[in-house]
């Protein structure tokens, strides 16, 4: 039965979207095309069908999950995307979190074409978060991501019960939340505000 064309977009979409939760969760060494395929409910031989190479689906999957983050922060205050990013429930969900702290260190070994797609979806998450809060610095944006960022990877990096990972996310989640409240507001930035 020939495939019609909405539905072979619609396939290609679900292959996208699976393979950026497998890429998130594996890594890019850690998963071939036949499992991606496999796991998005096709034969590896429909793969060339879609795309031209593994790294042309890397490039699309890293889009697709760097632009639903992207989409998920629009009007997020910056302390409340602080908690959220720097949760135990973010850190334990690779497959369904941030690409960026995912995937951000198997990028750096990348092509610069793969590389160029990180770039535009660094650029779009500042852009959100300098639109959510247009007081603060786009230094200050940049300083708060790349320190979330870094706190969420050195967790991971820990075994999942350390005391370690946890501490990590909790120093950093309190020192960023400080840095970012006036200094009359300190304690009011903190109230209510636990991680999701």
């Given at each position: 039965?020939?495939?019609?064309?909405?539905?072979?977009?619609?396939?290609?979409?679900?292959?996208?979207?699976?393979?950026?939760?497998?890429?998130?969760?594996?890594?890019?060494?850690?998963?071939?095309?036949?499992?991606?395929?496999?796991?998005?409910?096709?034969?590896?031989?429909?793969?060339?069908?879609?795309?031209?190479?593994?790294?042309?689906?890397?490039?699309?999957?890293?889009?697709?999950?760097?632009?639903?983050?992207?989409?998920?922060?629009?009007g997020i205050q910056l302390a409340?995307?602080?908690?959220?990013?720097?949760?135990?429930?973010?850190?334990?969900?690779?497959?369904?979190?941030?690409?960026?702290?995912?995937?951000?260190?198997?990028?750096?070994?990348?092509?610069?074409?793969?590389?160029?797609?990180?770039?535009?979806?660094?650029?779009?998450?500042?852009?959100?978060?300098?639109?959510?809060?247009?007081?603060?610095?786009?230094?200050?944006?940049?300083?708060?991501?790349?320190?979330?960022?870094?706190?969420?990877?050195?967790?991971?990096?820990?075994?999942?019960?350390?005391?370690?990972?946890?501490?990590?996310?909790?120093?950093?989640?309190?020192?960023?939340?400080?840095?970012?409240?006036?200094?009359?507001?300190?304690?009011?930035?903190?109230?209510?505000?636990?991680?999701?």
């Open positions: 039965m020939k495939v019609t064309k909405a539905q072979a977009q619609a396939n290609r979409a679900h292959i996208v979207e699976t393979s950026s939760t497998l890429f998130r969760e594996r890594g890019y060494d850690g998963v071939g095309v036949a499992d991606l395929m496999a796991a998005a409910g096709f034969t590896h031989g429909g793969f060339y069908k879609h795309f031209k190479s593994k790294a042309d689906l890397m490039g699309e999957s890293a889009t697709c999950g760097i632009n639903k983050t992207a989409e998920q922060l629009h409340d995307f602080v908690n959220f990013y720097l949760s135990r429930k973010h850190r334990d969900e690779k497959g369904k979190g941030c690409t960026l702290a995912a995937l951000g260190g198997d990028a750096a070994r990348q092509s610069d074409d793969i590389k160029a797609v990180y770039e535009a979806g660094i650029e779009g998450v500042l852009e959100v978060l300098q639109g959510n809060e247009p007081k603060v610095s786009r230094a200050e944006i940049i300083d708060t991501f790349a320190h979330v960022l870094g706190a969420l990877i050195l967790s991971r990096a820990c075994p999942d019960d350390s005391p370690l990972a946890d501490e990590v996310l909790s120093v950093c989640r309190e020192q960023i939340l400080d840095k970012l409240a006036p200094q009359g507001d300190k304690k009011q930035v903190h109230q209510g505000r636990q991680p999701v």
